[in-house]
């Protein structure tokens, strides 16, 4: 089955405390990018990677690391977790030129 | 500055009715891709139609289609003979490739709410 995953779903840590956010898909996509949803905000871009080892700002990247070592995984670090990082993140992927993304389930993390 | 603008908040619709999602956007651009996702209470996003900007055709699935004004920038959502399961948030984007990059610009979203 076609899919991007994200793990953990949920996660509480506290200030400080490095952390992870695991983004897999397995459809061989080029395209992969992490988002963060705040009420009254929508969708909001960190980080985008156009492929292996590319990656690049998005609108909202303070405090936030990725990498691209391989094509399927895109994993999401935040080295010192503020509050303001209290978010829902989600992970998605598609094909390189303007190809519909496909989204993980989400990533709920609250940062104490 | 490319922004996504769903001016409405919040919208309610009769089952089996007719229901009209707004959105305007603003780019500079002239190729790009534009969509309407909803995200239903289990924060999944779930893409419901997608319209390439240089295409005149309204795009449509099913019972939804879109109003597509290029010179508008206008770009709304027809939900017709809606059912529960429409009840969502939904989220109108754009996505455009700058400089060898692609970016997804997202609206605030609205919350659409069908009553039966």
């Known amino acids: 089955e076609a899919q991007v995953t994200q793990n953990p779903r949920y996660l509480i840590t506290v200030t400080g405390k490095k952390l992870t956010v695991t983004c897999s898909q397995n459809m061989n996509h080029e395209y992969m990018s992490w988002y963060r949803q705040d009420p009254g905000l929508g969708l909001r871009q960190i980080y985008y990677?156009?492929?292996?080892?590319?990656?690049d700002k998005g609108d909202v990247p303070e405090g936030y690391k990725v990498s691209r070592k391989e094509k399927r995984n895109f994993p999401l670090i935040l080295e010192s977790p503020s509050p303001n990082q209290t978010s829902l993140y989600f992970c998605?992927?598609?094909?390189?030129?303007?190809?519909?993304?496909?989204f993980g389930p989400g990533t709920r993390l609250l940062v104490l | 500055a490319q922004t996504v603008t769903q001016s409405q908040p919040e919208m309610s619709v009769q089952e089996a009715e007719t229901v009209t999602l707004s959105c305007t956007y603003d780019?500079?651009?002239?190729?790009?891709?534009l969509f309407w996702y909803k995200q239903p209470p289990s924060r999944q996003m779930i893409l419901v139609i997608r319209?390439?900007?240089?295409?005149?055709q309204n795009a449509t699935e099913n019972r939804f289609s879109v109003n597509f004004q290029k010179a508008a920038k206008s770009f709304s959502l027809k939900i017709s003979d809606s059912q529960l399961g429409d009840a969502a948030m939904y989220f109108c984007?754009?996505?455009?490739?700058?400089?060898?990059?692609?970016?997804?610009?997202f609206g605030k979203g609205m919350k659409l709410t069908v009553n039966p």
């Open positions: 780019t500079s651009e002239s190729d790009y891709y």
């Open positions: 984007a754009y996505r455009i490739s700058q400089g060898g990059s692609e970016k997804l610009v």
């Open positions: 990677s156009m492929n292996v080892e590319v990656t």
């Open positions: 998605a992927s598609s094909f390189s030129g303007q190809a519909s993304q496909y």
């Open positions: 319209q390439e900007a240089y295409k005149q």
